[in-house]
C-alpha cells in the first residue's frame, strides 16, 4: 500500500483535491462514533485527522481504537501535545509551530515525542505549521502562548511557509484556528502555492462548500474541516452535490 504522505503528493501532482475531517477527542462522544463515522465513510471525506489543543490523557488512544474498527480510510493524528500519540492510527503531522517563537512548540515537544514514536510503527510527516490571526484568539494561540501572523502580511506568511520547506518539511498547514471567525484568505494560500512545490494543507473556520471551493481553486491541496462538521451533520450531505 502507498503510504499516506505518497499519497497527498501524488494527489497534489495529479490535481486530486483531498478532504480531511477533524475530529477533537476533547469534543467527541464516544457514544456517537457509529453514527457519525458511517457518515464520513459515506461522504467525499478522503482522511480523519485526529487531535485537539487541550485533550486529557488517554482519550486520543481509546478514540483512535474505536474509529480505526468503524472505517478504512487512513487516521492521522494532528496532535497538540505528545500525550496524543497513539500507535493505533496510521501516521502522525509531526508538526512545528513555524509561526510563533515558542522553543516548546517549535523543537521541545518534538523532542519529548520520539521515545514514544519509537514503540510505534506510526508514519511520521514532517509539517511545517503556521498559525494565522484569524479575528480571534484561538485554542492554538491560547495554549502555545504564541503570537499568530497577521493575516495581510502575505509575504511573512509565504516565506515562513517556504523557510519550513527549506528546512525539509514535507508539509505546509496553514492554519486559522478551529473555529475561526475568518478563514485563511484565498491571496495567502495562492502566495504560498506558487512559493513551494510540498503539498499545502489549509484549515481553520471553513463551514460552507463554498469556502472549501474557494480553498481549493486558490491552491490548498488538503482542506480540514472540524467544527462545521460537528455542529451540523447535515454538511456532510451537501458535500456530495
Ligand atoms: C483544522 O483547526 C482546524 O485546521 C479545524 O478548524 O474546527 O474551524 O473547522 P474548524
Redesign the pocket.
Known sequence: MMNIYNHILQAKNDGNKLLAV?IDPDKFQLKNALQFIDKVNNSVITHI?IGGSEVGQNVTQALVEVIKMLTDLPIVLFPGDVTQISKDADAILFLSLLSGRNPDYLIDKQVQAVPLLEKTKLEVISTGYILIESGKTTA?QRVTNTLPLNRTDVDAITNTAKAGELLGKKLI?L??????TYEVPAEVIESVKNKIDIPLIV?????TKKQIENAFIAGADMV?????F?EDQQFFEQLKH
Open positions: 477533524l485527522f492554538v498547514y492554519e486559522a484556528g478551529s473555529g475561526a484549515g481553520g473556520g471553513i463551514r480540514v474541516i472540524g467544527t462545521a460537528e
